[in-house]
Each structure stands twice: as structure tokens, then as C-alpha cells.
């Protein structure tokens, strides 16, 4: 049944009546047909989940289950698993086709039949054609607290099926749920660019660290195009407005990850289309439509574009990393993007109050680098850090300081595979190096 054809009549209620389980039911519906109208009416695509956590574990067994997962129907059926009876779980071993490289897992469950049964006993012949199927409940009295009784309730007869099941076993009301795909040693794995229909940013983490990803590359770029001394040209003007503009509405959005994902959409496309005005290869038109049923598609193609605009635009730029150094003489620096650690380099700058010969070989001696989570350690048992090679004449993309000397991390040794595993970087810069200034910069 459709949202256009349900109705939307109450029952009249008068004294004399004659009462039937008939008007129950009418006035049941009648509420979720109201509810379903109103959200319909006042909510973009308010349909998915807005909550879903499944078992990586029983999947590697070739089992799909559900740890917990709520959020409402397109024909506005809300559920809420484990409160709600969670469906089976789906036995996918045999079902994997070998001619297929995924297959989408889909909560479903029969479709609401107007002017026929509904509700099935467990023992009915066809209880899986069924929306609900009875079960007798102790109830007890919640005035007394005594008392109990036994009531029959309707559990919705949910349960997971592939999707070339889709067509089995009746009309059914479905929400694909996660992609099935095989690993490099053959094993069952969720799909990770598989992000299903949500109501919440929230709701799965792949929408979560999208947006972080998107909001550290947005970030480091804005603060790429900082003034340093020389007036900025125009057309970086106009660049860092439109970063600066897009930055709090996305920390917004990361903060609060209760916003439908319509909003983060309204915010990467505005963004993107506003970078469409750098790179002459780019046109607007050419941008991903919102896609609620796929917006794994939508939004990986969104990333993909502000990626490579903002690559055009800077296509050899540098930015510098925020430091925090309130553990002195301790300093450590975060960087998820891990193609940025895989492919850029990295140079530490630091200035001090010695002459540039001192500076460079007071430099290599007593400043050390290393994760964030092992720098301290590392100093406590003089440990040797990452090797740093010292760079005269530092390239000019990297925007150099006047007075401060340079030198690039090797990517090599234990350090740096603490260091891209953990993506921190933890500097020791004590004291005898006076009045010491310092910037971790980033050439991608």
C-alpha cells in the first residue's frame, strides 16, 4: 500500500455502539497512517536506519546477523532490534553466487494487505506471507503490579534475505542493510564503501568517517591558503572563502552526527560546485544527485571530486599541521588521510634564537620524533627517533620561513610504522633549543 493510498479516516466512536475487533483495528491504523503522513509530508526520504551495528565475526562463518539496528520502513513500519524479536540469521554460505562479486543483504518483511489477513499464528501453513505473527505474552498489571495476564501481541515477521531473494515469497516491504563481498583470502566481508539508507549521519560509521576525511582534507587546505607575509592573490581570496565558508556547518555535522545525510549533502555539494569555479575541467552539472537508496555511490563520488578539485587548485600547495603542544616540551600532531601518509612529504621547521649552523646540529641532536602514543617513552629510554634529513634549500612549494631550518622525515624504521599505523606524530623539542618556534608541514 502506498503512502498516496492509504486512508486517513478515524472511527466515530458513539454511545450504543456495538464493538468488534474491527474498530480496534481500523483506529490502529488510522494512527500509523497519520504518522506515517505526517513524517512523509514533513521529512525528506524518512525512511532507514538509525542504527546499525552487524556481526563482522559470525559473517566470516558465512553467517549474517544483526547486533542491533532501529529506524523506520519506507511504508513508515518502525522497528527497533533487540527490543523488537531481531529476524534470523541468514545462513549465506550456500546462497553466495560464484558468478557474483557481492551480493546486498535486505531487511524485509510482507507488505500490509488492505482488506485481507495480516496476522498469522506461528503454526499457519503460511505465517511467512504474513506482517505479524501473534505471540501470547504475560502481562502484568501496572497499577497493582501484581496481577498478570496473557496478551497476544503482533511481532513483526521480519527477515533478512539476499537480493536476488527479492522477488520470492510475496510482496515485501525491504531496506537494503550491507553489502556482502569476498576478501582477498576468499572470507565474507562487509563491503565498506556500502553506506545503506539512513536518517542520521551517525547511524554507520562509513557516513561518519566520510565526513572526517573530507573535513581534515577541507581543513589543511584552508589553512594552506593562510596569509604569510606576501598579499594573496585573488583567485586564493575567493578559494579560502569558500573553504572558510563550508568548515563550521561540516564540524557542525560531525559533532552533532544526528542530521539527516540530505544536510551533509547540501553542504559537499555546495562546496564542490563552489570549487568548480578553479578547475576548468570541472562543471557543476556533472555532480552527483542525492541518492538516498545509494548514497555509498553519491557521496564516495562526492569525495572523489573535492579531492581531485582541490588537488587542481593546488596542484604542488603545502599545509602545516596544527600542533598541540600543552604536554611541553612533548608536541604531537594527528593526520587520518592515509593516502596523504603513504604518498606526501613531511617537513619539520624549527627557529631559534642560535646561529644557523648551531641551530641545524643542535637540531639533529636532541629533537626526536616518533608516534604520539610512544615519543615519551621513546626520550625516557633513549631510544633513537625517526631519522631527519636535513634540507638547506627546502623546495619552494613548501613555502619556507626566513630563519628556520628544515628537515624532511624519513619514511623508514620502526617509528614511522608507529607513526602511519597510529596517524600521530609525537616531537620532542626540549628547552635548549631557546625561544624555539616549530611547524610539521605536509607536501602531498
Not at 612529504?345 to 629533537?367: K, N, P, T, W, Y
Not at 602514543?373 to 613548501?398: K, M, N, Y
Request: charged share 25%.
Amino acid at each position: 500500500m502506498t503512502m498516496e493510498s492509504r486512508p486517513l479516516t478515524r472511527v466515530v466512536w458513539e454511545e450504543g455502539m456495538h464493538l468488534a475487533q474491527h474498530h480496534f483495528q481500523a483506529q490502529g491504523r488510522f494512527f500509523e497512517h497519520a504518522t506515517s503522513f505526517a513524517l512523509s509530508s514533513l521529512y525528506f526520504a524518512g525512511y532507514g536506519f538509525s542504527g546499525l551495528e552487524l556481526d563482522g565475526e559470525s559473517l566470516l562463518n558465512g553467517t549474517v546477523s544483526l547486533r542491533q539496528a532501529r529506524g523506520i520502513l519506507p511504508d513508515g513500519l518502525v522497528f527497533h532490534f533487540p527490543h523488537d524479536p531481531p529476524p534470523a540469521p541468514l545462513q549465506i554460505r550456500d546462497r553466495f553466487s560464484p558468478t557474483r562479486p557481492s551480493h546486498v543483504v535486505h531487511l524485509a518483511i510482507p507488505e500490509y494487505r488492505a482488506g485481507a489477513a495480516n496476522t498469522a499464528k506461528v503454526d499457519d501453513p503460511d505465517v511467512e506471507l504474513r506482517r505479524f505473527v501473534a505471540e501470547s505474552r504475560e502481562q502484568t498489571d501496572e497499577i497493582s503490579g501484581e496481577e498478570t495476564r496473557p496478551i497476544t501481541f503482533g511481532r513483526k515477521n521480519f527477515r533478512l534475505i539476499l537480493d536476488e531473494e527479492l522477488d520470492d515469497g510475496g510482496p515485501l516491504v525491504t531496506l537494503p542493510m550491507a553489502r556482502i563481498i569476498r576478501d582477498g583470502r576468499g572470507n565474507f566481508v562487509f563491503d565498506p564503501e556500502f553506506i545503506p539508507p539512513v536518517l542520521r549521519i551517525g547511524a554507520v560509521p562509513a557516513l561518519g568517517e566520510l565526513l572526517a576525511r573530507v573535513l581534515e582534507m577541507v581543513d589543511a587546505r584552508a589553512r594552506s591558503l593562510r596569509p604569510s607575509g606576501a598579499p594573496p592573490e585573488v583567485a586564493q581570496m575567493w578559494l579560502a572563502h569558500a573553504l572558510h565558508q563550508s568548515l563550521p556547518a561540516l564540524r557542525h555535522l560531525r559533532e552533532t552526527r544526528g542530521a539527516h545525510p540530505e544536510a551533509l549533502y547540501q553542504e559537499l555539494a555546495r562546496l564542490a560546485g563552489a570549487l568548480c569555479t578553479f578547475a576548468l575541467e570541472a562543471r557543476a552539472d556533472e555532480l552527483p544527485l542525492y541518492r538516498h537508496d545509494d548514497l555509498g555511490r553519491c557521496f564516495g563520488e562526492l569525495e572523489r571530486h573535492l579531492r581531485s578539485n582541490l588537488d587542481v587548485v593546488l596542484p604542488t600547495g603545502s599545509y602545516r599541521l596544527e600542533l598541540d603542544g600543552t604536554g611541553h616540551p612533548f608536541y604531537e600532531a594527528r593526520l587520518t588521510d592515509h593516502e596523504v601518509f603513504h604518498s606526501g612529504r613531511f617537513f619539520l621547521g624549527i627557529r631559534g634564537d642560535l646561529s644557523v649552523g648551531e641551530l641545524a646540529g643542535r637540531i639533529q641532536r636532541v629533537v626526536k620524533v616518533c608516534s604520539a602514543e610512544h615519543i615519551q617513552r621513546l626520550v625516557r629510554e633513549a631510544f633513537p627517533g625517526l631519522d631527519l634529513s636535513h634540507v638547506p634549500a627546502p623546495p619552494s612549494t613548501l613555502r619556507p620561513s626566513t630563519g628556520t631550518q628544515y628537515f624532511e622525515l624519513r619514511k623508514e624504521g620502526p617509528c614511522w610504522t608507529l607513526m602511519e599505523k597510529s596517524g600521530s606524530f609525537g616531537i620532542y623539542l626540549p628547552d635548549s633549543i631557546p625561544n624555539a618556534q616549530m611547524e610539521l608541514v605536509v607536501l602531498p
